[in-house]
């Protein structure tokens, strides 16, 4: 059978204090990846325990230390499933759907968005 995806942040664009930081508002389920700056995790909500895919990820260019941050919350079904994903994505490219993105960009605008 499949399991509704009934999280509160699936409900409306969150803002940041809702999904960052991700240690408060998440249990670790399990880490797929921990490299200097791209993670990818197994999270689970708090509050509701739906499953996410978590990937930060880390862009290098080398000027001055604000290099943009990308993160991605992909709702999953199963543990399961996120492991396949994490093998058919590339680090720092999921573009599975629905997926909330929140990304840091250079210039300082920060945007969070569910692309469905
Ligand atoms: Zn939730």
Not at 58 to 68: M, T, Y
Request: aromatic share 12%; with cysteine; charged share 30%.
């Amino acid at each position: 059978m499949k399991k509704t995806l009934n999280c509160h942040l699936l409900q409306s664009t969150p803002t940041e204090t809702d999904i960052v930081p991700a240690t408060d508002r998440f249990i670790e389920v399990k880490t797929l990846v921990d490299e200097s700056h791209i993670i990818r995790r197994i999270l689970k909500c708090k509050e509701c325990e739906q499953l996410y895919l978590y990937e930060f990820y880390e862009e290098i260019d080398w000027a001055e230390g604000n290099d943009p941050q990308y993160r991605t919350f992909v709702p999953v079904e199963t543990v399961e499933k996120a492991e396949i994903m994490n093998k058919i994505y590339k680090p720092g490219f999921i573009t599975a759907l629905p997926r909330l993105q929140f990304d840091f960009l250079q210039n300082g605008t920060k945007t969070i968005a569910w692309f469905r």
